[in-house]
């Protein structure tokens, strides 16, 4: 890998900016509820934290627990350093569209066994629930994509969204109800409102806060950095989505578009704050429904692209 | 401008008394006296019409020639009775066990004068956005007077007949506007002006006219309940109360249809009627023998007759298919005479008897014999026995289907028509024999045959004087 | 008020229980003893606005239970075993209520110490309902918790997501606060009696106030009458308001739930204003009140309006909500005839078309009625709807009784002696129902017995009952709804 | 110019999909509002075009009328009836949504097959738009089983036909768009009268129910 220029932006970014984002949507929740809120980079604070305090392992546990976290961390790392997530080319190229979803399923997977490992009744059923959740929302995540790859004619990512500006050949529709799709599903994936709520107690409503429960010390903090990637690597598809829309309707300079994206993903966190500060959770039964809209956005988005296709 | 004022008038005055007059026996008198006035005055106004002019000019848009008139004419004599009629149902109705509200009785009166105005509109609308606008106020009017009864089945009825029509009439309106977008072809502007239209017949987007054909056909075929969009109207004429359902069917359905014949009318200008022809011919027939069919089976006195209005608009739909406006004029008038006329003494049959069910009515010729021999009658006027004006009409568009050589759909008609008269004379055999049930409450039975008797004479007469010549002067 | 004590044979008991209960008019208030050799069955007569107490004497340590016919007495059952090691014959599933594991079986805490000399052991079954079935799963939540919030154990059943049965296990807050009050003199009673939930501090001040004026024979002056009822409404608005926002956190409407906090605060200050403590504590006392606010009446005032205009708009924003209003319907329904049978009160009571309100029947006259409205949908939008309306209520009340505040001295001089041999009770409405202090004297007018019944007390079997069937996300909701107290329970 | 037109519609035809997927009848009548505004602005858009100035006034019609007054009306009737979520007729109402995605792949076809608008220049898109908001409004008035939805529904498709004629035609005249508006108005409230008299006399909006007449 060369220190190129982009690659020093990209390597700054991913160091910084799933912090930022968390910071950010923490601090515009706080605001919206009269509260000073924490610091912006509290997230890293807190994984230094966490670092340097020891762990606690119930007695039940067995390797896979610790596993688990370094293998999320992993994974999401090689997805970040393979995936455009800004549309400048990654410094590992070739990251297929299936690669992508698949290295994202290891990833759940070895989350959900890890926490179900741990054999505290929380994270066994909330083990459950993200499988359940992620089942239903894995169609319209998918299905997204591959409008996109349809309309790009091409199954790799980096090809999708590090295409040249002027001359990219999906169409906005494509671009735009991808993104919402993206969005959507991305909800159900981040464990946010109105599906789950991230700053909750209720142990009995807790999706991925439950389970993570039992992790402590670095184990904890890799599972917060794996996290903060994943929200980072979502975001930033679907930033890139809006703002290549945009593109198709406001011409922006191509050196301008990694700025664009940050700015775009800035705004989605404080759309997603927005969201989490005045929408309802969800009851249980009713997620489907939420989802439902999200697979509907992918439907769209490959209705698109498919009658688009047809008349170039 | 001064015809305008005339047409407005009575209506208008009518509505007036009945917001502001409380007391209902003044009123029904009162109203029914100036409906047979307006009647008298609009023969005034469109005698010169028949006798040489081509066209009373309203307003922009609004004109009648003669054969709107003779539409016009025809509702106002249906409403006219039907609110004459209705003066002794509410006398009745006031008096029974759980006696209607003054309030609802006004507001009744109200409604159908405002009904009454939008019916008359429809017919003079020479532009197809008025036409469309007038009968879908048809409908937003007279849902009020199916729920006159206030129960829950009549408000079920309402609400089918409020929600399937608005779609019906939201379907006309698709056609209306494919209809205008056809025109742009011919005009740059587009027009909806109906004299336009057939001017520029010739000139239409004919792909676009006949698509706009279809959907406003479907449109106004739902109001006038033609098989399979007919689900609603049994359900409305049978819980308004006998004076609304006779309005719905001796003049509500001749509106619908009546914009159906508009539009055949620029289909024939346009010189691809065959289209239409076939469409209407087999809706028609279908219709019929649908009807027919449904007839059969039937438990409520009132739903019976409904189903006869669908096979009767059946009827209208193969006569507007020969292409003879004429034809379609003389059947709706025959069929209106009838069956308000059957549709009154119903209304007096059920108020007396307490009950809608074909089983719970026996014996009507033993306890009101007046009433017994002119439901039969006008029964058989329905049916088309010869000597009334039905038989006449049915005849002579069959033998218009003859001459074109529709062979199959004249014996569709037949089985029909066959199949109707057996299964109404059955009902009615049951009707007027056997043994009446003790509690019933015959209610002043001369009077109240009074409307009834006349309309069925009115049939017969028609029956008798009908003629070729005759009819040739509503030939444009 | 000083009740009627009536002696009831131990078999003709439970019948006329039954036929009391068969009145509408009639409640169970209590049931408890007074040394564990007799029960004390207090009775309330709501159209006559009378107290009565059955005294049935029984020899030995079991009496039989009535629970199987009055399914409301299990709770009361339950305690008497924990409290006193009585075994009632026939309960069905007798479990511990106030005590919990760290108790020893020979540990009664109302049982004289010369009783636990003799080594008696009392055995606790302490297992939880078995849910048979394939794929039912037990949750065992608390009793600590991960947020801030009092112990108590739940032991969900599952099958799936769905709930099939709720065990509750309470008593880790277990203090020994009936035995308390029982030691302390007469002067420092009213400090142990408003920490037996401090949320509730002045509805239990108030109750214990009232037993102990009607043992003394005391007239409060009406000014202090008026006073303590500003201060039961201050409390009742600022826990509703309170448990408003504690349901919007739970739903995750995080914005709604603070501005609620900030409200609160506001009505602290209400509070504050009155009687010197945010919390309305060490206010009210045997007699009147402790502080005269006259002077800061006006700012009271002045606090009030906007904060009912605050109030308002974010009450409206919060149910007039599409989603919230969606969220909350259907949630952990509580079907009237089940609030009734199992005597619930206050909010979730009325939310059950059970409208019975203690302010309607047994306050001093002079008061202003307050309105009571009553939904019978039993689910958790109703529980929240009344407790909206409640807060108007309470609004009205407080401006009502600012209105038309009498003059006159605020307290009369404490009581030293109250009458011997007899009991009296206190009902007052706290914000989550009726909560009743009873106090029985001896023959030297010394306080021989001191119960409080807690209005959670009635109601959480009602939660028990009412997450059946719900999703196991929806218990937090449901919990919310109800609002129930550890710390009252677990006396 | 056009393709803007194309954009509002498509919106609009989105916005009536995402609306059939909600059981929500302030979510629903919301969505409405949204969907029917789009329309006025393609009004506006297509007002621009023409250079019409009576097309303006529609825009300003369809506002007040169709974006304000009824989802107002409507959502204040649901209110006082409590009708709050409908719990969907024939189709678990998700599926609904992607019934009617399909439904829009299915009006896009007919746009493009039919042998519409080939002369006067406006896009096909535009007509899906119209179509596929036909379409949706009658699944939507199928698949619910509020009185309510009805309405919605017909609302729906009403905005289908409406757009279909702005888009399509080169403006109907003035008098009709007009009348046509008021038509909306006055049905919408006669049908708002009579769902209130349905809750009142069978307390439940569900049409489904409403069968005593069957025979």
Redesign the interface.
């Known amino acids: 890998m060369i220190l190129t220029s982009a690659n020093l932006v990209f390597i700054v970014t991913l160091t910084i900016m799933p912090f930022l984002l968390i910071g950010v949507i923490k601090k515009i929740k706080a605001c919206f509820q009269n509260r000073v809120g924490p610091p912006v980079f509290q997230s890293l604070y807190n994984l230094v934290k966490l670092f340097n305090k020891d762990e606690i392992l119930s007695k039940d546990c067995s390797w896979i627990f610790r596993s688990g976290p370094l293998i999320s961390f992993s994974g999401m790392l090689l997805l970040c350093l393979s995936v455009p997530w800004l549309p400048l080319q990654p410094p590992v190229p070739g990251c297929d569209i299936f690669l992508f979803v698949y290295v994202l399923a290891l990833i759940r997977f070895f989350s959900i066994i890890s926490s179900i490992d741990a054999g505290s009744p929380f994270s066994s059923f909330a083990a459950s629930r993200e499988a359940t959740l992620s089942f239903l929302a894995e169609p319209a995540f998918v299905l997204a994509l591959v409008a996109l790859g349809i309309s790009a004619h091409s199954s790799d990512l980096a090809l999708i969204f590090g295409q040249p500006i002027e001359n990219n050949r999906i169409p906005l ?1 494509v671009w735009f109800f991808s993104g919402l799709a993206l969005f959507l599903s991305g909800i159900v994936e981040l464990s946010r409102m109105p599906i789950d709520d991230p700053s909750t107690h209720l142990e009995l409503t807790m999706v991925h806060e439950a389970m993570v429960i039992e992790n402590s010390g670095p184990n904890l903090a890799l599972v917060e950095w794996s996290y903060a990637l994943k929200l980072l690597l979502f975001f930033g598809l679907i930033a890139q989505c809006f703002v290549y829309s945009l593109s198709k309707i406001i011409a922006l300079p191509p050196l301008l578009l990694p700025l664009s994206v940050l700015v775009v993903m800035l705004a989605l966190g404080c759309l997603t704050a927005m969201i989490e500060s005045f929408s309802v959770k969800l009851s249980w039964g009713k997620n ?2 939420f989802i ?2 999200a ?2 956005m992918s ?2 988005s490959s ?1 698109a692209a498919f ?1 688009m296709n047809g008349g170039s | 401008m001064n015809d305008l004022v005339l047409i407005l008038s009575i209506p208008i005055a009518a509505t007036l008394l009945a917001i502001f007059c409380p007391k209902i026996a003044v009123l029904s008198r009162t109203v029914s006296l100036a409906l047979w006035f307006y009647f008298a005055i609009l023969v005034y106004l469109f005698a010169p019409l028949f006798a040489s002019k081509q066209a009373i000019y309203l307003f922009a848009g609004l004109s009648a020639d003669r054969i709107a008139a003779a539409f016009i004419l025809l509702t106002v004599i249906i409403s006219a009775s039907a609110i004459t009629q209705a003066g002794i149902f509410f006398e009745h109705e006031l008096l029974s066990e759980n006696p209607a509200e003054n309030l609802h009785v006004r507001q009744f009166y109200i409604l159908a004068m405002l009904f009454l105005l939008s019916m008359i509109t429809v017919f003079f609308c020479q ?1 197809l ?2 036409l ?2 007038s009968i ?2 048809t409908t ?1 009017l007279s ?2 007077l199916v ?1 006159f009864h ?1 129960s ?2 009549s ?6 007949y ?2 399937i029509c ?2 019906g009439i ?1 379907l006309a ?2 056609g209306v ?1 494919l209809i ?2 056809s025109s ?2 011919a005009c ?3 027009t ?1 002006a109906i004299p336009e239209l057939i001017r520029l017949a010739g000139l239409l ?1 004919i ?2 006219f006949k ?1 706009g054909f279809i959907f406003a056909f479907l449109g106004f075929a739902t109001k006038s309940g033609v098989f399979p969009l007919h689900s609603w109207l049994p ?1 409305a004429y ?2 308004a109360p006998a004076p609304a359902s006779a309005m719905f069917s001796g003049a509500l359905l001749n509106c619908a249809l009546y914009a159906i014949m508009r539009l055949c009318d620029i289909c024939r200008a346009s010189g691809h009627f065959a289209a239409a022809f076939s469409i209407l011919l087999w809706a028609g027939s279908i219709t019929v023998i649908a009807a027919a069919i449904f007839l059969v ?4 006195i009132k ?1 019976l007759w409904a189903y006869s209005s669908i096979e009767n608009a059946g009827l209208m739909l193969v006569a507007i298919a020969t292409g003879s406006w004429s034809l379609f004029l003389l059947q709706a008038a025959n069929h209106s005479l009838a069956k308000t006329s059957l549709f009154l003494l119903s209304g007096n049959i059920i108020q007396a008897t307490g009950t809608k069910q074909l089983k719970d009515i026996r014996g009507v010729l033993t306890f009101c014999p007046v009433w017994g021999v002119l439901l039969a009658l006008s029964a058989f006027a329905v049916t088309g026995v010869p000597p009334f004006g039905v038989f006449i009409s049915e005849w002579l568009i069959l033998n218009e289907l003859m001459v074109m050589g529709q062979f199959l759909p004249v014996a569709i008609l037949l089985a029909g028509l066959a199949l109707a008269f057996i299964a109404v004379s059955v009902h009615l055999g049951q009707i007027l024999f056997g043994v009446p049930k003790k509690n019933f409450r015959i209610f002043r039975p001369t009077l109240s045959s009074l409307v009834p008797g006349l309309l069925l004479l009115g049939s017969l007469v028609l029956g008798f004087t009908v003629t070729p010549s005759l009819l040739a002067v509503f030939t444009p | 008020m000083i009740s009627i004590i009536e002696p009831k044979d131990e078999m003709e008991l439970l019948p006329a229980l039954k036929q009391w209960l068969q009145n509408d008019e009639h409640r169970l208030g209590l049931i408890t003893s007074l040394d564990g050799k007799q029960l004390v069955t207090l009775l309330l007569d709501l159209a006559s606005r009378q107290a009565k107490c059955w005294i049935t004497e029984f020899a030995g340590d079991s009496y039989r239970s009535f629970t199987s016919s009055v399914p409301q007495a299990h709770w009361f059952e339950r305690a008497l075993f924990d409290m006193y090691g009585l075994l009632p014959k026939g309960h069905p599933r007798l479990k511990p209520a106030l005590l919990n594991e760290a108790y020893s079986g020979i540990f009664a805490p109302l049982r004289s110490l010369a009783e636990h000399d003799e080594g008696k052991s009392y055995e606790r079954d302490l297992s939880y309902m078995d849910v048979g079935g394939e794929g039912v799963y037990e949750v065992p939540v608390g009793p600590v918790h991960a947020g801030i919030i009092e112990p108590g154990h739940f032991r969900l059943s599952c099958m799936g997501e769905r709930i099939l049965n709720l065990e509750i296990r309470l008593g880790f807050l277990h203090r020994g606060v009936e035995k308390r009050l029982t030691e302390v003199p007469l002067t420092k009673t009213r400090f142990i009696a408003e920490a037996v939930a401090s949320d509730t501090a002045a509805a239990n001040a108030i109750a214990s106030a009232q037993a102990i004026e009607s043992l003394a024979g005391l007239v409060v002056p009406e000014k202090a009458v008026c006073l303590r009822a500003l201060a039961l409404e201050i409390e009742r608005l600022s826990m509703h308001v309170c448990d408003l926002g504690g349901m919007a956190a739970d739903l995750g409407c995080g914005a709604i739930s603070a501005a609620f906090s900030r409200l609160r605060g506001s009505v602290f200050r209400l509070g504050e204003l009155l009687s010197g403590s945010r919390f309305l504590r060490a206010y009210i006392l045997p007699g009147g009140v402790a502080r005269d606010a006259d002077r800061y009446l006006a700012e009271f005032a002045r606090t009030l309006k906007p904060l009912r205009k605050e109030l308002n708009v974010v009450i409206d924003s919060f149910i007039s909500d ?2 919230v ?2 969220r909350l ?1 259907g949630v952990g329904v509580l079907s009237p005839a089940f609030a009734k049978e199992f005597g619930l009160v206050g909010v979730a009571g009325r939310a059950s078309a059970v409208s019975y309100d203690v302010r309607k029947v047994f306050q001093n006259k002079i008061l202003p009625e307050p309105r009571i409205r009553f939904e019978s949908a039993g689910d958790a939008l109703s529980r929240t709807k009344i407790r909206v309306f409640e807060i108007g209520t309470s609004l009205d009340l407080i401006e009502q009784l600012l209105a038309s505040l009498p003059s006159g001295p605020i307290a009369v001089a404490a009581p030293e002696l109250l009458v011997p041999d007899s009991i009296a009770v206190g009902i007052v409405e706290a914000f989550r129902g009726e909560l009743i202090h009873m106090i029985s004297t001896d023959n030297k007018g010394r306080i021989k017995r001191y119960a409080v019944k807690d209005p959670s007390l009635n109601n959480w079997t009602g939660l028990a009952i009412a997450v059946r069937n719900n999703f196991l996300a929806d218990f937090p909701v449901c919990n919310k709804s109800f609002g129930l107290s550890y710390s009252g329970h677990d006396l | 110019m056009m393709n803007e037109v194309n954009l509002l519609t ?1 919106t609009a035809a ?1 916005f009536a ?2 609306m059939s ?7 629903n009548l919301l969505l409405y509002a949204m969907q029917t505004f789009f329309i006025a602005l393609a009004c506006l858009a297509q007002a621009e075009a023409k250079g019409s100035p009576e097309l303006y006034t529609v825009v300003i019609g369809i506002i007040v009328i169709k974006v304000l007054t009824v989802p107002y009306f409507l959502s204040w009737l649901a209110n006082k009836i409590e009708a ?2 409908d719990p969907g007729a024939f189709l678990p ?3 609904t ?2 019934v009617s ?1 399909l439904l ?2 299915l009006s ?1 076809f007919l746009a493009l097959g ?4 080939k ?2 220049g406006s896009v096909a898109s535009d007509a899906t738009g119209a179509i596929s908001l ?1 379409l949706t409004g ?1 699944l939507f ?1 199928l698949t619910r089983r509020f ?1 309510l939805g ?1 309405i919605i529904g ?1 609302l729906t ?2 905005n289908g ?1 409406f757009l ?2 702005v888009t ?3 403006g ?2 003035f ?2 768009e007009m ?2 508006l008021l ?1 909306v108005l ?2 919408v409230m ?2 708002g009268l ?1 769902v209130f ?2 809750q009142k ?2 307390e439940h909006i569900d ?1 489904t129910q ?4 069957k ?1």
């Open positions: 529709s489907p429904d439902a809209y697979v509907s439907l769209l209705l009658a | 532009n956005g008025f469309w606008m879908e106020a937003l849902a009020g729920y206030r829950q089945n408000l079920e009825a309402t609400w089918k409020f929600i608005s779609v939201a309106l698709l506007v205008y977008a742009q072809y740059s502007e587009g909806l987007n792909p676009l698509l359900d049978s819980e089976h039937q438990h409520g739903r | 599409a989603m209003l969606e319907d | 498509v989105v999909i995402m997927g909600s059981g929500q009848s302030r979510t709050r979520s109402i998700p599926l949504m992607h995605i829009f792949a896009h039919l042998p519409l608008f002369g006067i036909l009658m008035m009185a009805q017909f498709l009403e036909i279909f004629a399509q035609t080169k109907m005249p008098i009709i009348g046509i038509d006055v049905a006669i049908g009579f008299r349905i006399s069978f049409v409403l069968n005593g007449l025979e």
